[in-house]
């Protein structure tokens, strides 16, 4: 291999390596770009990224229009059982976004430009309807936003103050990591 890509520095395991501890679901690769990296610098761990991912208060959601132009706005999410998961009214944009195309962008970040890591996850999102896994995302959002985010389960959606809100979840298929200060940039691709 020749050109940029070459450069990069992969951190690759087969997927019986792959530490499956306490904190879930590992990337099966694990590259850092040079390119935009300090000299000497290390690739972010997954396990740095995914206490982010679910400590972040505030998400931006990019979904793709009926004309594939993009459409992002800010929301709430959970992590949990290593998936992402938000919801939406039935009728809002994001969610008529997803019914033609589920390939979208979650991101959370410090907007800061010397301190932080931002990280960028893209999946395909799924409606959630099993009344488990409902039940399950319900219990997420009342403790971590205890004070704003209570749902109860209905017929194949979350019910809130708002009425009712498709719930949705994405695995990730590819995450980047995006540290300032010491400057990095690390790609995390899953299985």
């Known amino acids: 291999m020749s050109g940029p890509a ?3 520095r992969t951190i690759a395991m087969s ?5 499956m501890g306490p904190m879930g679901k ?7 770009d040079p390119r935009f990296s300090v000299p000497d610098a290390s690739a972010a761990p997954w396990s740095e990224a995914r206490r982010l991912l679910a400590e972040a ?30 919801c939406s009214t039935p009728g809002e944009r994001k969610v008529r976004n997803l019914e033609l195309d589920p ?12 301190r932080g890591l931002d990280i960028v996850v893209e999946a395909e999102a799924t409606r959630v ?5 409902l039940a399950r995302v319900a219990a997420a959002y009342r403790a971590k936003y205890p004070e ?13 103050t708002a009425g009712k809100a498709w719930a949705y979840s994405m695995a990730p298929k590819v995450a980047f990591g995006f540290a ?12």
Not at 76 to 84: E, K, S
Request: aromatic share 12%; hydrophobic share 35%.
């Open 15 to 19: 997927r019986e390596e792959i530490p």
């Open 57 to 86: 208060e505030l998400y931006w959601l990019t979904t793709l229009r009926p004309d594939g132009s993009p459409h992002t706005t800010p929301l709430v999410a959970v992590w949990h059982d290593d998936r992402l998961y938000f």
């Open 129 to 133: 309807t099993r009344t488990d896994e």
């Open 180 to 191: 300032k200060g010491e400057f990095a940039q690390t790609r995390w691709r899953f299985g």
């Open 6 to 8: 070459a450069a990069r």
């Open 148 to 160: 704003q985010w209570h749902f109860t389960v209905g017929d194949d959606v979350l019910v809130g």
């Open 103 to 114: 390939r979208c962008i979650l991101m959370t970040g410090c907007n800061h430009l010397h």
């Open 26 to 32: 590992e990337p099966f690769d694990v590259e850092l």
